[in-house]
């Protein structure tokens, strides 16, 4: 009787165990929105793809998925972020409504521009414009002038161990509050306003945002003007650490 009596004492105990160690695990849900002709996906394992950055979140614990259905209340049900990364074609206004109302309600939204126009609805109701072209620099320069390593980083958690990252053809964006920036290239970088691709005097040289963050309502939101940064050929180290640091904003830590 005493042998049996501790059997179920065990059980009881074990079963209570499984169960808060259950609830403390399951995974904080990220969905990448690839329903806007996105051609860079977390599924691929090519250089340009995203299953880097899709492994690194699941790495700390969250549950990756994708869609290519329509941003709505019902797709977004459940999850705790979004990520839109490299969209080709444009969000509808019923979407950018959408993603609003997400974020407003407490989600958190991660966007990379390939092009501007696509998202150039969502970022307006988000207060932040972006470029007609992509930036050129003439410091920190990678190879061509369009890529280049950012240097000046107000602190953040998302720059958290590293004091540096590249870009791989970036445009610039402008956020007015609450957006504020938190990355931005040197006081020499120019767009090429003209398009006669050299520096001329038709062009604006300045001090560009790359990366602004933001509140609206309850959540919170970061944009990069720049989605290569997350492709596996460009995960080097600062980047990794980069997006490391973005997969643990997005599931709250």
Known sequence: MRKKWYAVSFMVVLTSFMNVEASEVLPAEVLFDQGHGQRFLIEDSGPLQLSGLSG???????NPGSTKNELNDETLRNYKALVISGPF?????????AVASFIEKGGRLAAMLHIGPPLAGLLARLGIVHSNAVLHERQNVIDTDINFRVADLTPDPLFTGINQF???GAWALEPTAP???I???SASAWVDLDGDKILSKGDVVSSFTLLARGTYGAGSYVIFGDDAIFQNRFLDEDNR????NLALWLIGR
Do not use: D, F, Q
Request: glycine share 6%.
């Open 56 to 62: 690194i979140v699941r790495g700390h614990g969250a």
């Open 183 to 185: 990355a931005r290239t």
């Open 241 to 244: 650490k980069l997006a490391s």
């Open 166 to 168: 590249s870009i791989y």
């Open 89 to 97: 074609t444009a969000l509808s206004r019923n979407e950018v409504e």
């Open 179 to 181: 957006a504020t920036s």
